[in-house]
């Protein structure tokens, strides 16, 4: 079983920036690809961000491309997601999820349970 426990959310001016954390605990953290995802209410789940159990590769969407970055501190279990220039339409739910492969790859097998982000205009 793994746990992961998301932090850092809030509600931030148009321009500025974020940085969450997700703190996992259960199946060794340094295994598992880890990823971000977003949801608004009403709409589906999309994906943000993704980072492989090493950090070597990531991956983002389009629409998080140049303004979030992620990484990951494998000695504390922790990945992160440093969101910069944040837009309205950042504003979502945004959770963390893991993956039981060293790449970003298949369905997330563990989430957890959501930081609100609120941009305001």
């Known amino acids: 079983q793994v746990r992961l426990v998301e932090s850092g959310g809030g509600l931030v001016q148009a321009g500025g920036s974020l940085r969450l954390s997700c703190a996992a605990s259960?199946?060794?953290?340094?295994?598992?690809?880890m990823g971000w995802f977003r949801q608004v209410p009403g709409k589906e789940r999309e994906f943000a961000a993704a980072?492989?159990?090493?950090?070597?590769?990531?991956y983002y969407a389009d629409s998080v491309k140049g303004r979030f970055t992620i990484s990951r501190d494998n000695a504390k279990n922790t990945v992160y997601l440093q969101m910069n220039s944040l837009k309205p339409e950042d504003t979502a739910v945004y959770y963390c999820?893991?993956?039981?492969?060293?790449?970003?790859?298949?369905?997330?097998?563990?989430w957890g349970q959501g930081t609100q982000v609120t941009v305001s205009s």
């Open positions: 980072i492989s159990a090493s950090g070597v590769m990531r």
């Open positions: 259960g199946r060794t953290f340094s295994s598992s690809a």
């Open positions: 999820a893991s993956v039981n492969n060293k790449i970003w790859a298949g369905l997330p097998e563990y």
